[in-house]
């Protein structure tokens, strides 16, 4: 009997899901791994195998001298690539590819994440769920990469998480859904770091406004002082871009 074939909508399934897990979480034995073999008729060996093979295709790793399953590279790199080029499309894509799978529609899905939209219609609407969806799941990744910490005061809770755009969404359409354009905040230091009253250097250090320098309070002190030049907690994949850090320095960063 000869194998069946992967089709695009599987792969981008695959990868879709590949940016949603932590590298050690690629095994066959992973709920979220058999609930996509099951939606796909695939194996639990087969899409765990899928994983490694975008993780061959993640400069991360590459640099890192981890190669993955370079087996189905020819197949995976095209998705790869594309994302890249367009992410905005290729993530809502495979939000609704995987909405038709569980047999709902793609504002079911997202119904909390979208709230009332009634009073939009036709294009205005279908741009306003595309763009809420792809929120979420930039969201959802950057917690996700940061382990579900905010990597400056390690709170773990994630309702007081915030994917945090470096280079701001209105301003880099390219690169606004980018994993390397994440940092994992919380509210308060995230906020912060919107105004432009934090920023980090080449050496992912905290540097600090001189708004901020002269207001001595204690709680100024305690919530932002002491954390003058501590180190972001790196992520293990997707590491906060150098370019996009120098950008939010120059250009957000009430210096």
């Given at each position: 009997?000869?194998?069946?074939?992967?089709?695009?909508?599987?792969?981008?399934?695959?990868?879709?899901?590949?940016?949603?897990?932590?590298?050690?979480?690629f095994h066959a034995s992973n709920p979220e791994v058999i609930n996509l073999a099951n939606l796909t008729g695939r194996?639990?060996?087969?899409?765990?195998?899928?994983?490694?093979?975008?993780?061959?295709?993640?400069?991360?790793?590459?640099?890192?001298?981890?190669?993955?399953?370079?087996?189905?590279?020819?197949?995976?790199?095209?998705?790869?690539?594309?994302?890249?080029?367009?992410?905005?499309?290729?993530?809502?894509?495979?939000?609704?590819?995987?909405?038709?799978?569980?047999?709902?529609?793609?504002?079911?899905?997202f119904k909390s994440e979208l709230g009332n939209l009634s009073h939009l219609t036709g294009e205005n609407r279908v741009?306003?769920?595309?763009?809420?969806?792809?929120?979420?799941?930039?969201?959802?990744?950057?917690?996700?990469?940061?382990?579900n910490k905010c990597a400056i005061s390690g709170i773990d809770v994630p309702d007081l998480l915030v994917a945090s755009?470096?280079?701001?969404?209105?301003?880099?359409?390219?690169?606004?859904?980018?994993?390397?354009?994440?940092?994992?905040?919380?509210?308060?230091?995230?906020?912060?770091?919107?105004?432009?009253?934090?920023?980090?250097?080449?050496?992912?250090?905290?540097?600090?406004?001189?708004?901020?320098?002269?207001?001595?309070?204690?709680?100024?002190?305690?919530?932002?002082?002491?954390?003058?030049?501590?180190?972001?907690?790196?992520?293990?994949?997707?590491?906060?871009?150098?370019?996009?850090?120098?950008?939010?320095?120059?250009?957000?960063?009430?210096?």
């Amino acid at each position: 009997m000869s194998r069946r074939l992967w089709t695009k909508e599987e792969l981008i399934l695959a990868f879709n899901l590949y940016l949603k897990l932590p590298f050690g979480k690629f095994h066959a034995s992973n709920p979220e791994v058999i609930n996509l073999a099951n939606l796909t008729g695939r194996s639990n060996n087969s899409i765990a195998i899928r994983l490694s093979n975008f993780a061959s295709c993640d400069p991360y790793h590459q640099n890192r001298g981890v190669k993955g399953l370079v087996g189905g590279l020819k197949q995976c790199q095209p998705i790869w690539d594309e994302f890249f080029h367009d992410q905005e499309k290729l993530i809502y894509l495979s939000e609704q590819i995987l909405a038709s799978k569980e047999k709902v529609s793609i504002e079911e899905k997202f119904k909390s994440e979208l709230g009332n939209l009634s009073h939009l219609t036709g294009e205005n609407r279908v741009r306003e769920v595309s763009t809420r969806v792809n929120q979420s799941i930039f969201r959802k990744i950057v917690l996700m990469n940061y382990d579900n910490k905010c990597a400056i005061s390690g709170i773990d809770v994630p309702d007081l998480l915030v994917a945090s755009h470096i280079i701001p969404w209105s301003q880099n359409k390219k690169e606004r859904l980018n994993p390397q354009n994440g940092l994992c905040l919380n509210y308060l230091h995230d906020k912060a770091f919107d105004r432009g009253l934090i920023t980090f250097d080449k050496n992912f250090k905290m540097v600090l406004s001189n708004k901020l320098k002269r207001n001595g309070s204690e709680n100024m002190k305690l919530y932002f002082h002491k954390l003058e030049g501590k180190s972001l907690k790196l992520p293990k994949r997707f590491i906060p871009n150098e370019d996009f850090l120098e950008y939010h320095k120059l250009n957000i960063f009430q210096s």
